[in-house]
């Protein structure tokens, strides 16, 4: 772990208000669904909590805090049961580096969003109920898009935890009580929202690199080596190929222009193998958005 135990309290305080402003839309009207309020997060909230990150880490320590919007893309072919099964990879991918003099670190992990209703995410029907299978038991998968690689993917190989890669996000709307906590899929369905983790503590231990919070990988800048391991290679590829794309939910939240990957830096001063510190304003580290939407095809226009 990085950072005191009174530095995480600092920094989930600090971020939990930051979703709450997101989720109660205190900078305009409050997101209407789940897409809207991934993609409210991921472009007006995730640049809030890296500012709100900046005065409480930037004297000591230096994170660079990456979001992936990733709803609708990329989606994943796997076997499970002896059936053949489909479904997008997940709606959000968070991405923490943590820089210092011993080197680079690298916590992630990827959420599946779903909205809450009477404290429960509910999981019904064939497509839901295909997302909690790979989430529950990550077996081996394809991207079924060639803008890809189209190795077969296995978890397990690099992680003794494989689980911890993933975890549901629930989202509750609900007037004057609503928040996003993130839940452990291998908790019975119906899940209780109120079993999982605030977001806004999530991304602070994220940071931190605590145990159970997301899973290690290789901090990559920039296109992956075949050499990575695949949980490792899968971070680095949604970082370099999803998060160039745009959708019609981040062109309404952001306008034209806006992309799936934002990423945010806080730096010691004088640090200069990070990149620039992050206080007002977000940078961009994906380069320009491709116009050709998604590259399975699917996803970019809800």
């Not at 200069?272 to 961009?284: D, E, G, K, V, Y």
């Amino acid at each position: 772990m990085h950072f005191s135990s009174a530095l995480v309290a600092q920094l989930e305080t600090a971020a939990e208000a930051d979703v709450k402003a997101v989720l109660q839309g205190c900078s305009g009207p409050p997101p209407s669904g789940e897409v809207a309020t991934l993609a409210d997060l991921v472009l007006n909230g995730t640049p809030a909590i890296a500012a709100s990150w900046q005065s409480i880490l930037a004297p000591q320590h230096s994170v660079t805090f990456h979001a992936v919007f990733c709803h609708g893309s990329p989606y994943v072919d796997f076997t499970y049961g002896g059936t053949s099964r489909a479904c997008e990879l997940a709606d959000l991918l968070l991405v923490m580096d943590y820089l210092d003099s011993s080197g680079s670190s690298r916590q992630a992990a990827l959420v599946q969003a779903k909205l809450v209703h009477s404290g429960q995410i509910a999981i019904s029907g064939a497509g839901p109920s295909t997302q909690l299978g790979l989430y529950q038991n990550w077996p081996s998968f394809t991207f079924q898009s060639a803008a890809y690689s189209r190795h077969s993917r296995d978890f397990s190989t690099a992680l003794s935890a494989v689980t911890d890669t993933g975890r549901y996000g629930g989202i509750d709307l609900t007037l004057r009580a609503e928040e996003w906590r993130q839940v452990d899929p291998r908790l019975g369905t119906p899940f209780v929202n109120a079993s999982g983790v605030e977001l806004g503590a999530f991304l602070a231990r994220l940071a931190d690199g605590q145990t159970g919070v997301g899973a290690p990988a290789t901090h990559v800048i920039g296109k992956p080596a075949p050499t990575l391991n695949d949980w490792s290679f899968t971070v680095a590829e949604l970082l370099d190929v999803t998060g160039r794309l745009t959708h019609v939910a981040l062109t309404r939240a952001g306008g034209p222009g806006a992309i799936r990957g934002q990423s945010h830096s806080i730096k010691v001063s004088g640090q200069q193998n990070q990149p620039p510190a992050m206080i007002l304003t977000t940078r961009i580290a994906f380069g320009t958005a491709l116009s050709d939407g998604p590259p399975d095809g699917i996803g970019g226009t809800g």
